[in-house]
């Protein structure tokens, strides 16, 4: 057809027959819904943060699926490591969503389904990058909790068909920080959060842009509930009252919101319960505090004990050092490493053997002063529970010690003082 030479008038006729040709081919898709599905939080650490999904209805082809980028499987070699290291792997996956519903019925997690608008042509791009996506080479994908999770995939794989351009989209700065919104899911579980804060280093306490904001499950539906189409404003839908609109006047992007699991009341929840972080960080401090009074008043050289905790605090920050070549941003730069710090381990040995001898090593001062310094920068990090009580507890632990060292050193130089000029007078009487 290209290659041949139509009149302007045959071309414009042809045009139209091929419009109401697609017209006619893609009317099936007014039976299709494309829904977000949010899902609720699990008992398990890994679903704290809860869940997205997709779920395309077709009622046409009698077909109801659910679209997942979740899928991971712990059988995956040292899946664990990799998950830390930012380079552990998941697939999207499409259930039927009898299935889905099952899954989440049995493990008492409520599920909300968004049904979006869209139109025909907006559906079909949908349909067909999400075919395109599950294919055996396209299925995988570096998985970020953060940056490129199954909540970023859902709203990428929706926004980009529809067009960023053509809704109310806002990527402003929503005064909350990564620390703060997974705080939000796990303030209930201490170790959780006190594993989470542990690794995260100062860039999660930085400020979130909207987008970023959406990394979230239940924030990515908020936000999707509030959004609205350009593109449709001026449709007979809105003039109809037909159709929600949003405070702008735009037409929302969700056109219904129900549950598909209804949530269940929370009241019978129990508490977190057991000893906490924190109370392991007061217990930890009242120990030190009664061996350092026992060591001063019996005037005794408790070395064993510095040696003690340059190795405990040292062993650990191995796990943070490691955590700088991690492909995750936000564990990269942690000030935690001045108080758990891997250098206690290479310099143990010297300070143990002057501590032996009564003296001071210049690496054990140093390291009160790098105590100092952590404490000092909690202006920008926020620490895990119980780690400021750590490092007080060794920074004052470190200063009494060193005052100990120093003034035993002291004491020393000005007995061996003496004793030279009582002997040398000796010697001068002899004569």
Known sequence: MIAQDFSGNYASDISVQNSRAFENATNWLDSVDISLLTCGPGQEVWSYYGHTALRIQDKVHDSDVAVNWGMFSFKQPFFELRFVFGLADYQIGIFPMSD?????????????????????QEKLKILRAIEENAKPENRTYRYNF?????STRAREMILTNIGYSNTNFKDNNVRTSYREEIHKLNEQDHWARFGN???????????????????????????????GRKDFVNESSVEDGVSPVTSNGFITLVDSTSYVIPPVSQENVEQASGITPQEVAI?????????????????????????????????????????????????????QILILNPLNLIFVWKVTKKMRMGKQYW????????????LFLQIWQTYAEGMSILACTLLIRNGIKSTMLELNSYGLHKYVHKKFYRNKRKQETTK
């Open 100 to 120: 889905f519903i099952a899954e989440y019925s049995a493990e008492g997690r409520w599920v909300r389904q968004q049904r979006l608008q869209l139109s025909r």
């Open 146 to 150: 953060f940056y490129d999770n199954c």
């Open 283 to 335: 217990g930890f401090a009242l120990v030190i505090a009664v061996l350092t009074i026992l060591e001063i008043y019996r005037k005794k050289n408790l070395w064993w004990l510095d040696t003690t905790l340059l190795v405990l605090t040292g062993l650990p920050g191995l796990i943070l050092l490691a955590m700088v070549f991690s492909q995750h941003p936000t564990v990269q730069l942690n000030f």
């Open 197 to 227: 804060d542990l690794l995260l280093g100062v860039y999660a306490d930085s400020d979130l842009e909207r987008r970023n904001w959406e990394f979230l499950p239940d924030n990515l539906s908020k936000d999707f509930a509030t959004e």
């Open 363 to 374: 690496y054990f001062e140093l390291y009160g002063w790098l105590l100092l310094l952590s």
